[in-house]
DNA sequence: CGTTTATTTAACCGATTGGTTGACGATTGA
DNA sequence: TCAATCGTCAACCAATCGGTTAAATAAACG
């Protein structure tokens, strides 16, 4: 049985799809958008926006003939708890991650 | 190039690995120790463990013909940093991570 | 209507994954 | 010394992954 932390961490295993959650975190994008930046098909991308969905990372609308992508962090949130218990960690230390989303884009090179 | 994140959350998102972290969160175990639950080959769990180990998930260590693995957090942690990132997410709660705990092992029937 | 735009689906590809078995090297202990 | 134990390695397998291209579906536009 595959369960819903199996599917968090592997949709977060791959950086493409880390990248577009990143995006997301700005502003819902339409399919296309996401794509946009990457050097890759729209086809690979729509598989990567189902695999993230599946996941419950994001949630996606189709208004018309438009699918808007949301963050939809709560899946994350099970993973975090999840990961939390491992160590005692910092309380939140959104200056780290802000140089990580920084060395992310960076290396994607998207 | 394939970066420390990838290869975190790749490594956690198999319910194998993960319940061998959380044995080795109790004591640090002998290889063959780790393998004694799970119905699977020595050889399987050897590979999941190289996988944790070049994760950086765990330490390995070889006494005589014994290798020790411990948990190593500090790989958790980046990772950690960056889900953070995602939500404003309560601050660490341990009661939430042991109920998770407890279905993980009861999920994974090991 | 026909065309363009937005997105998914299907078929395919090579690489990787998670498991197996069997042989192997290294260490231990009687 | 010799057998047992600890762990890895090599070869193999089926299934999945991340990508491609081409065709299909659906909505909007002129």
Known sequence: METRLDLVFAALSDPTRRAILTMLLEDDMAVTDVAEPFEMSLAAISKHLTILSRAGLIAQEKRGRVK?????????REASVWMQGFGQFEPVNLDAFERFLEEELRDDSI
Do not use: H, Q, V
């Not at 808007?68 to 994350?76: E, V």
């Open 68 to 76: 808007w992508c949301k963050l939809d962090p709560g899946a994350l």
